[in-house]
């Protein structure tokens, strides 16, 4: 079964200064609640039971964040709306487990902190800069895989012209939403690019890529991508399907992006 996951959050936020010098932007609000807890809710109803969250010293704040302010409810203790929304954060904290990555070495090596970690033979990677809204992506990714019992990557088509902003797959063939992939390529140039369905930050991967990770190196930023071991996987043989997912996308990786995906959220 899928029940845990690891949420990625010690990357220092750079395209979001000057605020994220402070605030990490998982704990920005997007409408009445933040970033973060969007994230866990769908965790949460996706039938998560154990999350990981990724942080650096530099974000202990997020560590706070669930902590429980006796002193605070005894504030609000009339309050009973309030109340409420600090008993949600106790709730999540109890499911939650925190792994610290100190350096900025890129998402692989994010997720391989938590190598230790997973006891399951297949876990959920969930990317907070991408949310979905108007649709479960991660319960449909679980769905998908108690299917076919393979890795899968959340998908959606995006413009031609903006196919060097994600990671793109290849594939041989598809069958209604589901892409049976063939090729990785992270970032490419549109004349390199083998399609134009991106990379979006939900993954279903199977435990055997720490293995594959233990041998990743660096790239040009000097960060262990993710992608490298994905495909050296392809090439042994582990097969991975794409998952073209219903709802909408909205990008909280660029301050652009998250103001016209709190006004997104804000019109709904």
Do not use: W
Not at 164 to 178: A, S, W
Not at 181 to 210: H, M
Request: charge should be positive.
């Amino acid at each position: 079964m899928i029940t845990q996951a690891i949420i990625p959050l010690a990357g220092l936020g750079t395209r979001m200064l000057p605020f994220t010098k402070v605030i990490p932007k998982e704990l920005l609000p997007l409408g009445s609640i933040s970033i973060l807890e969007r994230v866990l809710i769908e965790c949460e109803d996706a039938g998560i039971k154990k999350i990981f969250l990724v942080i650096s010293k530099k974000k202990d704040i997020i560590k706070k964040y669930f902590e429980n302010d006796i002193f605070l409810k005894k504030k609000i203790h009339q309050n009973k709306h309030l109340l409420e929304k600090l008993e949600t954060l106790n709730k999540f904290k109890k499911k939650i487990s925190f792994v610290y990555q100190n350096s900025p070495k890129g998402l692989g090596d994010a997720v391989f902190s938590c190598k230790n970690k997973i006891t399951s033979s297949h876990f959920l990677l969930f990317l907070p800069d991408d949310i979905i809204i108007k649709h479960n992506c991660s319960k449909e990714l679980i769905s998908q895989y108690y299917k076919n019992k393979c890795s899968l990557i959340a998908v959606k088509k995006v413009s031609k012209k903006n196919v060097n902003r994600y990671g793109i797959v290849g594939f041989n063939k598809k069958n209604d939403n589901i892409l049976q992939i063939n090729k990785l390529v992270e970032k490419p140039t549109l004349k390199s690019a083998p399609s134009s369905y991106a990379i979006i930050g939900r993954y279903i991967l199977d435990k055997e890529i720490f293995k594959f990770m233990s041998f990743a190196k660096k790239g040009k930023l000097g960060e262990i991508q993710i992608t490298d071991s994905l495909s050296k996987m392809l090439a042994n043989g582990k097969v991975f399907n794409g998952c073209v997912f219903k709802g909408e996308y909205l990008d909280c990786g660029t301050m652009e992006g998250y103001i016209k995906s709190f006004n997104r959220i804000s019109n709904i």
